[in-house]
C-alpha cells in the first residue's frame, strides 16, 4: 500500500488563505493551497494514496499534479512503510541565555565596553552588532576591543560604521579576525574609491569590508517580502515559542542603556549600574522575547510567520497584541499591498 508524506524536515504553516511547505534541511518554501494542506492533514496522513485520489475523484488530475511537482522538488515521496519516516522534533532547546547583542559605541569611552564585551561573552552570546557614529579618536583602545573577539567563541561580529571613520589601511590594522565584518556607510559614490578599497587592498578577497554610499539609519524598518524572509532551521524553530527577532537579544544605546531594540523609546536600566543577572530576570525586558508571530493579530494568520524577522514594536489592545509598523501583506487576500 502506497502512501504520499511530506519529508521529516518538511512542514506545512497554513495562513488564512495559503499554505506554505517550509523545507528546514535546506531553508527554502514551496506554496500550496490550503484545501490541498487540509486534504494532507486530514487524509493522506491517514489513508492510502490510491484510496485519497478515489474519494476526490473531480480534484484526480489536479492533486496528482501537484503530487509530482512535489516530489520532482524533493518536498515530498511516495513510501510503503509511513511509520519509518517520523517528523523532524521541532522544540526549541537553546540553552543559551543571551543570543546576539547591538551595542552603539561611546567612542570616547571604549575602555567601558571591554568589561561589557566578556559580559556578554559569559552569558553565551555569539552574535554583536557594533555600531559606531562618531569619530575613533583612539585606535589603539579600538584594536583592543575587536582583540576580545580573538580567542572567544564569538561567532560574528558586525562593525557598522555610520561614516567612513577609519580607511581600509586603518581597518587591516584593527584586526586580522575574519569573524569581524565591516558595513561602512555613507561612503563616497566615487568608483575608483570604492574598487580600490574593494577589490585591490582586500586581503581576503571577500567582503570584509562593505561600503554603502547610504545613509545608516538606526531606526529602519524591516523590509517584508519573500526575498526578505529567512526560511531557516533556527529560525523556524524559535519561532515555535518565541519572537524570533526579539528573543535573547540585548541592545544596548551610546548613554549604555537596556533596550529591545536601539530605536525604542523605552528603557531597562544601564550596563553602568545594572548587571546582566539582574536584567535577565526582569519580565518586563523580556516581554517581547515571548510574543511570537502566533500571538499577534493579522501575523497568527500569514503563512510567512515562521521567517518573518520584523522588528516592529509590539502593542497590546484589549487584550490582543498587533505590530506597530504593519506590513504590506494581506494574508486575508494573500496578495502584498
Ligand atoms: S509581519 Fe506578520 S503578516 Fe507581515 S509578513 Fe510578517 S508574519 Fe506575515
Not at 494532507?40 to 473531480?58: A, G
Not at 553565551?124 to 573577539?149: A, M, N, R, T, W
Not at 565591516?182 to 578577497?205: F, G, M, N, Q, V
Not at 525604542?264 to 508571530?293: A, Q, V
Amino acid at each position: 500500500m502506497k502512501y504520499f508524506r511530506f519529508h521529516g524536515n518538511c512542514f506545512i504553516v497554513k495562513g488564512a488563505t495559503q499554505a506554505l511547505v517550509y523545507d528546514l534541511f535546506k531553508s527554502r518554501t514551496i506554496d500550496i493551497s490550503l484545501q490541498f494542506a487540509m486534504l494532507y492533514e486530514s487524509r493522506f496522513l491517514i489513508d492510502t494514496y490510491d484510496e485519497v485520489l478515489e474519494s476526490h475523484k473531480q480534484w484526480k488530475e489536479p492533486i496528482i499534479k501537484l503530487i509530482n511537482f512535489l516530489i520532482d522538488n524533493d518536498f515530498a515521496f511516495f513510501t510503503h512503510e509511513p511509520e519509518n519516516f517520523p517528523q523532524l522534533d521541532i522544540k526549541f532547546n537553546n540553552v543559551k541565555r543571551i543570543y546576539s547583542s547591538v551595542i552603539e559605541l561611546d567612542t570616547k569611552s571604549l575602555q567601558l565596553y571591554e568589561a561589557l564585551i566578556e559580559n556578554l561573552l559569559s552569558f553565551d552570546c555569539q552574535f554583536f552588532c557594533l555600531i559606531v557614529s562618531e569619530d575613533v579618536y583612539d585606535h589603539e583602545e579600538f584594536e583592543k576591543l575587536l582583540g576580545i573577539f580573538k580567542e572567544s567563541r564569538a561567532k560574528w561580529v558586525q562593525v557598522i560604521m555610520k561614516r567612513p571613520y577609519l580607511d581600509f589601511k586603518e581597518l587591516k590594522q584593527v584586526t586580522h579576525d575574519m569573524r569581524i565584518v565591516y558595513k561602512i556607510y555613507d561612503a563616497p559614490k566615487d568608483k575608483t574609491i570604492k574598487d580600490r578599497w574593494w577589490l585591490e587592498e582586500s586581503p581576503h578577497k571577500f567582503d570584509i569590508v562593505e561600503y554603502i554610499s547610504d545613509s545608516f539609519d538606526l531606526r529602519i524598518k524591516s523590509k517584508y517580502g519573500i526575498e526578505h524572509f529567512y526560511p531557516t532551521q533556527d529560525v523556524f524553530l524559535e519561532s515555535q515559542n518565541h519572537n524570533p527577532f526579539f528573543n535573547l537579544k540585548v541592545c544596548i544605546d551610546k548613554a549604555g542603556n537596556f533596550k529591545n531594540d536601539l530605536a525604542f523609546d523605552e528603557s531597562f536600566g544601564n550596563f553602568k549600574t545594572r548587571s546582566f543577572h539582574d536584567l535577565l530576570k526582569d519580565e518586563s525586558f523580556k516581554k517581547l522575547w515571548y510574543i511570537k508571530n502566533d500571538k499577534i493579530e493579522k501575523c497568527k494568520d500569514c503563512q510567512y510567520r515562521y521567517q518573518c524577522l520584523s522588528n516592529s514594536n509590539i502593542k497590546e489592545i484589549e487584550g490582543k497584541y498587533f505590530k506597530i509598523d504593519s506590513c504590506n501583506f494581506d494574508p486575508y487576500q494573500n496578495v502584498w499591498i
